[in-house]
Antibody, heavy 121, light 105 residues
């Protein structure tokens, strides 16, 4: 069974930093591209970042470019999101999501339970 | 950015009734459209991809269709467990989501 488990969320002051982790199991993590997606309270979903299997291709949404850094460790079956210069509007549940296999344009076929990040003074 | 617009905002129906959810893309996205179900307090779950292909294990009362930049998710006979918010997502130009349709059964 595919499992994605996020951790590292919490309360942080504006301007602060947090590092989210996503532990993957039940599939060959190194064979899948991965993403981070967030959902502000009561809002829709916002894609944040994509990383390829070998970390050579990385994309960011404009809203987080220059502040957030995605990375992965295939030996540890883990995905990360380093979040710096956090703002009130970054308050959200953060999900890691697996990019579907089998082509260049695919949906996100598995999601973690999410990790809540609250940015507040 | 491709803007995805969903309608209606909320759909209140009785068990056994048919639900029709719409999603419109602001530009051509081929059939690179997915539907997700999000129950309260849960992560999104992939239902449909390629506009009309059901995810593994999805009951056949869920179906998707497309006409140009208009996409439809149909739930043929609603059950109580279908109460959720449904999001569409395009994955043709980056990845963007609609604002969601809440289905109350």
């Amino acid at each position: 069974e595919v499992q994605l488990v996020e951790s590292g969320g919490g309360l942080v002051q504006p301007g602060g930093s947090l590092r989210l982790s996503c532990a993957a199991s039940g599939f060959t993590f190194s064979s899948y591209n991965m993403n981070w997606v967030r959902q502000a309270p009561g809002k829709s979903l916002e894609w944040l970042s994509y990383i390829s299997t070998d970390s050579n291709t990385i994309f960011y949404a404009d809203s987080v470019k220059g502040r957030f850094t995605i990375s992965r460790d295939n030996a540890k079956n883990s995905l990360y999101l380093q979040m710096n210069s956090l703002r009130d509007e970054d308050t959200a549940v953060y999900y890691c999501a697996r990019y579907g296999a089998g082509g260049t344009q695919r949906p996100f076929d598995s999601w973690g339970q999410g990790s809540l990040v609250t940015v507040s003074s | 950015e491709v803007v995805m617009t969903q309608s209606p905002g909320t759909l209140s129906l009785s068990p056994g009734e048919r639900a029709t959810l719409s999603c419109r893309a602001s530009r051509y996205i081929s059939s690179d459209l997915a539907w997700y179900q999000q129950r309260l307090g849960q992560p999104p779950r992939l239902l449909i991809y390629g506009a009309s292909t059901r995810a593994t294990g999805l009951p056949d009362r869920f179906s998707g269709s497309a006409s140009g930049t208009e996409f439809t998710l149909t739930i043929s006979s609603l059950q109580s467990e279908d109460s959720a918010v449904y999001f569409c997502q395009q994955y043709h130009y980056w990845w963007t989501f609609g604002q969601g349709t809440k289905v109350e059964v």
